[in-house]
């Protein structure tokens, strides 16, 4: 037996022959963050949300774009079941007539629904167009919000307890930060 014998075809994964090298590397494979997005919203919210992941994590990003907002839910479970995404930001901006704000609260519970079968997080980041008195203010949050939560999704993924001690600190996505309210010392002080 040669000294190679540990590098050597150890078996095979997804019908390809691996090392035992390769072997020990799978458990460490790199996160993988979906982006499911729609043609409906006016701002390409996936492309803020793309640029804050890949400055803030080495991760692979699968983006899946979709007609309109009632259609994340799939995109999202398709994400996670299909692309193997160990989290997906669904991002969506509504139109402001009433029968918009219905399809978004819709949406919204396919979206928890899926995170309840696939028991994974999808960060959902729904912009109403009526949230802001011009566009140039609608585009503004709609890019602030998308970059805000894309930071949420990176630090579910690694680094849950960033967010453990940002409990009770008012977070708001896209506005001024509310901040705790003064009896509460805010964030969390652990056992």
Do not use: W
């Not at 996160?31 to 080495?58: L, W, Y």
């Not at 999202?76 to 509504?94: F, N, R, S, T």
């Not at 029968?99 to 696939?118: F, N, P, R, V, Y």
Request: overall charge negative.
């Amino acid at each position: 037996m040669s000294v190679e014998a540990p590098l050597a075809v150890a078996g095979y994964f997804a019908g390809r022959p691996i090392s035992l090298i390769t072997f020990l590397i799978i458990p460490l494979a790199m996160k993988r963050i979906g982006i499911a997005d729609t043609t409906f919203a006016r701002v390409d919210m996936a492309r803020a949300a793309i640029s804050v992941i890949k400055n803030e994590a080495s991760a692979e990003i699968i983006r899946y774009t979709v007609p309109g907002i009632k259609d994340l839910p799939v995109a999202a479970k398709k994400l996670m079941d299909e692309e193997k995404c160990d989290i997906v930001m669904a991002l969506g901006m509504p139109g402001p007539a009433d029968k918009d704000k219905m399809c978004a609260h819709e949406a919204s519970t396919g979206l928890i629904a899926a995170q309840l079968m696939t028991n994974r997080h999808i960060i959902e980041v729904f912009v109403h167009e009526d949230e802001a008195p011009d566009e140039r203010t609608l585009a503004s949050l709609a890019k602030r919000r998308t970059e805000e939560h894309a930071l949420n999704a990176v630090r579910l993924l690694y680094h849950p307890e960033m967010l453990t001690r940002l409990a009770g600190t008012g977070q708001r996505q896209g506005y001024e930060d509310a901040g705790p309210i003064e009896s509460s010392s805010g964030g969390h002080l652990g056992h």
